[in-house]
Each structure stands twice: as C-alpha cells, then as structure tokens.
C-alpha cells in the first residue's frame, strides 16, 4: 500500500468517525429529551394514581374538586412552590408528542364514566354478604369479579379497610400471619343514634 492510498484511507476513517460521532451526540440528546417527557409524564400519571388512590381510601361522599361539573378535568393539588409537570416540558419536535399524550390522558379522565361508588362503601357491601371474617386479598378478589371496571391496587385494598378498621365499620382479626376482616355488626338501638 503506497503511503498516498493510506492517507486517503486514513482520512476516510476519521471522515466516518467524525460523523458516527456526530450522530452518537445528535441521538444522545434526542434520547435525553424523550427521557425527560417520560419522567414529566411518568410524575403527571402518578399525581392522577395518588388522586386516585386518596379518592378511593376517603369515605366522604364530597365530590373533589373538579367534579362538580361534568367534563371538568381533574387536576391533584400540589404543594406550594412545585410546578405542574405538564408546563416544565421542554419544547422541541418530540416535546409536542408528549404535551399531546398528557392532554388526551387528561381528555379521557375527564370524560370517564360518572363517579361510581366510594372503595370503602363497595367493601363494606361486600363484607356485608360474608359472615366470617374475610382475607384483604379475597375481598380485592371478589370486587374484581363483581366490579371488572375497577382496578384497585392490593395496598389500596388494605389501606382503604385499615382506614374503615379505625372508622370503627369493619374489625380486623388476626390469625397466625393473616389479618381479616369483618364487618361490625350494630345494635338496632345503635341504628338510629348513629
């Protein structure tokens, strides 16, 4: 090989290295926007799922804010100081796809179905058709069979009975490793004080 031909060589080589290079750090900072949508995104669906799951573990029949009207577009409250995750989106081409993501899942959440019973009252219901204490995970079990729109998570199902074992409506009981639940039963005399 003549010393011409391997510099011409040698040239190509770093031509093409140059280039690879150049694209490495155009698809490097295409990838860190993307991950920067995903994490806006990933923190805009957990503010829903904690909405969500607080709507759930609450008996209160008050509607939250937002459903007052329907159509209304719920939003969960922050913190003062913390910014919605939705207005921190960068702008660029792949920035629009994403803003265009969160607003249709703000969209369908605002055009669900009406509000449908709270957690607490479809437990308590189903407690209510069981005579022996029953397990956390049968009860999700069971409202997942009787309510297949329903999606609970296994903690919200045990957090959403704790909180009616402290509202004193269901009692907890404990064997070996398991804890159940059952209903408590009211006097007809504590009926109508209550």
């Not at 690879?20 to 490097?28: A, V």
């Not at 949508?37 to 909405?51: G, M, T």
């Not at 969209?107 to 019973?117: F, G, L, T, V, Y």
């Amino acid at each position: 090989m003549t010393s011409r031909s391997a510099t011409t060589l040698r040239s190509r080589y770093v031509a093409q290295a140059a280039s690879d290079l150049e694209e490495n750090h155009r698809r490097q900072q295409e990838l860190a926007e993307e991950l920067a949508l995903l994490k806006q995104e990933e923190a805009l669906l957990s503010d829903i799922l904690n909405l969500a799951e607080r709507h759930d573990v609450t008996s209160d029949t008050s509607r939250l804010p937002g459903q007052a009207q329907r159509g209304a577009v719920l939003t969960p409250a922050r913190p003062a100081g913390e910014t919605e995750p939705v207005s921190a989106i960068p702008p660029g081409p792949a920035s629009k796809g994403a803003a265009g993501a969160v607003e249709k899942t703000r969209e369908s959440i605002a055009k669900a179905a009406p509000p449908q019973p709270l957690l607490g009252d479809v437990l308590l219901k189903l407690l209510s058709t069981h005579e022996e204490p029953r397990l956390a995970r049968e009860l999700r079990d069971e409202l997942l069979e009787k309510h297949p729109g329903r999606m609970p998570t296994p903690q919200v199902v045990r957090n959403t009975l704790e909180s009616l074992v402290a509202k004193g409506r269901i009692r907890r009981h404990k064997q070996q490793r398991s804890v159940m639940y059952v209903l408590v039963e009211t006097a007809p005399d504590d009926a109508g004080t209550a």
